[in-house]
């Protein structure tokens, strides 16, 4: 595998192709440019991210392929029906939970911006059940490491609020903590030439290093 050199301009040329012209006859005309600007780039970043990736949870999935999003589609649930992917993401999760069954580390790259963060990939009442009880078990530890200067400054709280707070015995500093259906902390900017280069990695192992004691915490790590 070759080394991670930044991400092209031509990869995010390649999204904003395939994203008007979602069919395979496209793909299959332009399979080898996703694998050299695409697929190959992006696990080259898999593999440099991965060690500070699994300081966060020895556990995490260490196979690189399956780190990298896929390019095709799963359509039988979905009403978009487009069997091509205009983005790709890195996610760092156990190896036996789906991306929809646990709290994922990320990296994502899309036409216009590209972010990481953690978080949960759509509202699920037992695994924000679990968070719940990590924030009331120790309440100052949580609201300590989630109010670090660097954190707060870094990323963005995301998550549905309840429209009627559900937890209400509870203090006011905790309580848009636990009264939210989901939570993530993302980052996301449109500088894309941000990632042209290796320096890519150095922000990116940055933000994995801020975001792993809040993440450890969560999950029982600690």
Request: contains cysteine; proline residues 5%; glycine residues 4%.
């Amino acid at each position: 595998m070759n080394a991670f050199s930044g991400c092209s301009e031509e990869m995010y040329q390649f999204f904003w192709e395939i994203a008007f012209q979602n069919h395979r006859e496209f793909f299959e005309a332009n399979r080898e440019r996703y694998k050299r600007v695409v697929q190959q780039p992006m696990q080259a970043l898999a593999a440099e991210l991965l060690p500070t990736a699994l300081s966060m949870n020895p556990n995490f999935n260490q196979r690189i392929p399956s780190i990298v999003s896929r390019i095709r589609r799963d359509t039988r649930y979905s009403r978009d029906k487009s069997p091509y992917r205009d983005h790709v993401w890195l996610a760092f999760k156990p190896a036996e939970k789906r991306t929809s069954e646990c709290f994922v580390v990320y990296a994502e790259f899309e036409r216009d911006h590209y972010g990481y963060g953690m978080g949960m990939y759509a509202p699920d009442t037992a695994q924000m059940n679990a968070l719940r009880a990590k924030m009331l078990a120790q309440p100052n530890k949580f609201l300590t490491l989630v109010g670090e200067k660097q954190f707060v400054e870094r990323f963005s709280v995301e998550g549905e609020m309840y429209r009627r707070p559900k937890f209400q015995d509870c203090s006011a500093a905790l309580s848009p903590w636990l009264n939210r259906k989901s939570l993530s902390f993302c980052y996301t900017s449109t500088a894309l030439s941000r990632t042209y280069s290796r320096a890519i990695v150095d922000e990116i192992t940055e933000a994995f290093t801020l975001l792993k004691p809040v993440y450890r915490f969560l999950m029982g790590l600690d």
